[in-house]
Each structure stands twice: as structure tokens, then as C-alpha cells.
């Protein structure tokens, strides 16, 4: 159990990577406040998976929306007044529209940049004033992509929250570490979760994505699940400043069909 005793603040956890990811950081030990805005069934499974696990983690769900400061400041808060502690932050809530540069609205900009990067910000900003108060070290982990660094069209914006993390967390890397926080970002490629449905189902589209990938398949929830608990524990504990890609190498060998 390598989070036996840490709290962990999970958001977007009632589905997809955050799911997995609250999952596996819970079935390692941590206490999980687990973060979500759409599905609370998805986010109550999650917590069920963790409280069956063999292990001495367990949760408290939190409905909370990373665009809201109110919300964001809340779960941090209720991390500290449930368990008196919170050791490890994952940014995982995320979301992308398609949209061609010339048709981008300022509403979809806003939204985007909202979720991917103001969020993340200010919920970074009030898990380190606890932190801080404390005297307590911890760690950060962004759910970035690679779309921080690859260029991805039809998808600026969403190039530019990611591109913006990957800034956050560099600097960040530099202003916290004398506090002894780490932070890194990791970075999936395509992972077969519930948003790709409509890949999966296109065989020809599927089939030139695995093109570009070497290793030949989809990445998997747990593939990335399992990057993030290596990160939040003492394992890590000297890593900080990094981009962890999850990839099966799609950034090295990736071209526009």
C-alpha cells in the first residue's frame, strides 16, 4: 500500500481517466475525495470500487465544478475537515471542442480555457495555501496530453489549455519546490474510454490512429492510473518538473493522414 495514510483530491472522478485514477489511488491506500460534475452514479461506483478494495482506502464524493473558485476552494476544504490532510491534488477534469480556428467562438475559448487551465490553476493555488499554512510537503499531478506539446487541428483551443499546463507546471516546479511539493503532468495519447465510443465503433479511423502508434494498440485507463499513483508516492519523491507520456510512443512517430 504505497498511499496508505495520504489524501488525495481526484477531480472529474466519476468517469473515464479520473475514475480509474481515484480507483487505483484508493485501492493503494489513499482517502479519496472524489470530485465530479455530471455522473454522481459514476462517482458512488468509484467509491464502492475503493471501499471493496483489499486495501485501507475509502472516499467521500463531492459534486464540484473546477470553473467555480467557490467550488474549487470547497474541495480542498473538505479534504482538510474530513481527514485533516490532503497530500496529493490530480488536475483531471477535462474537455475539448472541435472547432476550426476561423469559427472559434469566445464563449468556446472561455469554456475550454476555463476547465483545462483556470481550473487547475486556482485549485493548485488553494491545495498549496493549505499546504503552505501546514508546513506540509506534497504533490501535484496534472492530467495534461499530448496535445501539450503536438500540434492537433481543429483543437487550438484545447492546444493552448494543454500547452498552458505544461507552462504551469514548469514554473510551478520552480516557485514550490523549496516548499517540497512536486509537480508533474501526465500525458495520455489515445486511451479507450467512454468519449472515443465513436472511434472504437469507425474501424478505418480506428485503424489509422493504430498506425501511428508503435505499440500497436489504445492505451488503457489503467495505463495511466498507474503512472499517477507511481507519481503521488514516496517512489517519486525526487521527480518533479516532468512531462510523463502514456502514449505507446503516438508522439514520436505521430503525421496527419
Not at 473546477?66 to 482538510?80: F, H, I, K, P, S
Not at 474510454?193 to 485507463?221: E, F, M
Amino acid at each position: 500500500m504505497r498511499l496508505a495514510g495520504k489524501v488525495a483530491i481526484v477531480t472529474g472522478a466519476g468517469s473515464g481517466i479520473g475514475q480509474g485514477i481515484a480507483k487505483e489511488l484508493g485501492c493503494e491506500g489513499a482517502k479519496v475525495i472524489i470530485d465530479y460534475i455530471g455522473s454522481e452514479a459514476g462517482a458512488e461506483e468509484t467509491l464502492k470500487t475503493i471501499q471493496e478494495c483489499a486495501g485501507q482506502g475509502g472516499g467521500e464524493v463531492v459534486r464540484g465544478d473546477v470553473t467555480n473558485l467557490n467550488d474549487v476552494r470547497c474541495l480542498v476544504d473538505e479534504a482538510w475537515k474530513r481527514y485533516g490532510s490532503a497530500d496529493i491534488l490530480v488536475n483531471n477534469a477535462g474537455m475539448e471542442i472541435r472547432s476550426d480556428f476561423w469559427d472559434t467562438t469566445e464563449e468556446e475559448y472561455d469554456k475550454v480555457m476555463a476547465v483545462n487551465l483556470r481550473g487547475p490553476f486556482f485549485l493548485a493555488q488553494a491545495f498549496v495555501q493549505r499546504l503552505r499554512e501546514a508546513k506540509k510537503p506534497g504533490r501535484i499531478i496534472n492530467i495534461s496530453s499530448v496535445h501539450e506539446d503536438m500540434a492537433f487541428p481543429g483543437f487550438t483551443t484545447y492546444c493552448c489549455s494543454k500547452g498552458g499546463m505544461r507552462m504551469m507546471m514548469r514554473n510551478l516546479t520552480v516557485e514550490l519546490g523549496p516548499l517540497g511539493i512536486t509537480i508533474n503532468n501526465v500525458a495520455p495519447g489515445a486511451i479507450a474510454t467512454p468519449i472515443n465510443k465513436a472511434l472504437l465503433a469507425d474501424k478505418p479511423k480506428l485503424d489509422a490512429l493504430l498506425r501511428n502508434i508503435p505499440l500497436g494498440r489504445l492505451g488503457t485507463v489503467t495505463d495511466v492510473a498507474e503512472m499517477v499513483a507511481f507519481l503521488a508516492s514516496d517512489d517519486a519523491s525526487y521527480v518533479s518538473g516532468a512531462t510523463f507520456l502514456v502514449d505507446g510512443g503516438l508522439m514520436r512517430n505521430y503525421h496527419e493522414q
